[in-house]
Nanobody
């Protein structure tokens, strides 16, 4: 299973950006997709996750109300819509996948990351 995230870039505070993550390879149904980020000098942190059906999502408090995760299983793609971006959102963003329904356990597959830089 391979994951490829893209869509990062340099934006100004208050702007919006949408990241995409394409899943390829041998995949079965019923896998959770998560987004994580790692800012310079900091540990990687959970941003949010979405269930296979797309009906259930979870977000970190720091992004709740500003970020939205969605998925299109027909396209094997998951999206992270980021609105009202802040300089503290600057990080490398990673998508990840895990089988099952748990949002918070260890993820099995990881993408390569895409850099988001938010200027003030």
């Amino acid at each position: 299973v391979q994951l490829q995230a893209f869509g990062g870039g340099l934006v100004q505070a208050g702007d919006s950006l949408r990241l995409s993550c394409v899943v390829s390879g041998r995949t079965s149904s019923n896998y959770v997709m998560g987004w994580f980020r790692q800012a310079p000098g900091k540990a990687r942190e959970f941003v949010g996750a979405i269930s296979w059906s797309g009906l259930s999502t979870s977000y970190a408090d720091s992004v709740k109300g500003r970020f939205t995760i969605s998925r299109d299983n027909a396209k094997n793609t998951v999206y992270l819509q980021m609105n009202s971006l802040k300089p503290e959102d600057t990080a490398v963003y990673y998508c990840a996948a895990r089988y099952g329904r748990d949002f918070y356990s260890k993820y099995d597959y990881w993408g390569q990351g895409t850099l988001v830089t938010v200027s003030s």
